[in-house]
């Protein structure tokens, strides 16, 4: 079975400075990764995801996380960051082999706080 | 706009009261999902179903159930409440597909206290 750890659960972090949050996946067959992110009283929503080809892959809001099969990591990174990111980001991750469906696995969730 | 809708935000149940949460999804999507989210623990999957009439348990599947009778709604059941299901309560669903694509779209939560 797969798993998706996130090492850090909280993230303080000076507006404008850059990020990462962490994720590691274990499992001994192919998956497809993905971060989610949820704002405050609001119900989580798709941020990326790496499905095959580039192992970068960018939101539409300047994050980007990186694929490292070696390492077995999905870090998401935003290179300076806003109020508005301030959130929790859950890291998921399924088989390849989940044929039509989207049984996610999700980590514990790194919640971001952007101190002004 | 897509939309997951569940019913009721925040709800107070007592110990023993049978609990229904509904979900409904305006997007003809096949799958659907309950989810609970606990602080430190994440996103658990409790069940979810591929189709109408048909259900799997995902990782914490005790002492709920759900019934789906209808593509759009997909109902969890607690039969018997106790304190140790106060937690947020997340329903998503999904377009089937022929592999995943990850995207899933989720309500914005029911907050269950039962006391």
């Known amino acids: 079975a797969q798993s998706v750890t996130q090492l850090d659960s909280q993230v303080p972090v000076f507006e404008e400075a850059p990020v990462e949050l962490r994720c590691n996946y274990s499992?001994?067959?192919?998956?497809?990764l993905f971060w989610y992110v949820q704002y405050p009283n609001q119900g989580l929503q798709l941020l990326l995801k790496?499905?095959?080809?580039?192992?970068l892959v960018e939101s539409i809001n300047g994050f980007e996380a990186e694929f490292n099969k070696s390492q077995t990591s999905f870090h998401l990174r935003k290179p300076s960051v806003h109020i508005s990111d301030t959130a929790e980001y859950f890291c998921?991750?399924?088989?390849?082999?989940?044929?039509?469906?989207?049984?996610?696995?999700f980590g514990t969730g790194t919640r971001l706080t952007i101190i002004p | 706009d897509v939309k997951v809708t569940q019913s009721s935000r925040y709800l107070v149940k007592r110990t023993g009261e049978k609990v229904f949460l509904e979900c409904v999804q305006d997007?003809?999507?096949?799958?659907m999902f309950w989810y609970r989210q606990d602080p430190g623990l994440g996103l658990r999957l409790i069940y979810f179903?591929?189709?109408?009439?048909?259900?799997e348990k995902g990782d914490i599947p005790e002492g709920y159930s759900v019934s789906r009778e209808k593509k759009e709604r997909f109902s969890l059941i607690l039969e018997s409440a106790s304190t140790n299901q106060t937690s947020m309560y997340l329903c998503?669903?999904?377009?089937?597909?022929?592999?995943?694509?990850?995207?899933?779209?989720f309500g914005e939560g029911s907050r269950l206290t039962v006391l």
């Open positions: 499992s001994s067959v192919s998956v497809y």
């Open positions: 997007m003809d999507h096949e799958n």
């Open positions: 998921a991750v399924t088989l390849r082999s989940n044929f039509g469906n989207e049984k996610l696995t």
């Open positions: 790496y499905l095959s080809g580039s192992t």
């Open positions: 179903s591929y189709d109408v009439k048909m259900k």
């Open positions: 998503a669903s999904s377009l089937w597909n022929r592999g995943p694509t990850g995207e899933l779209f």
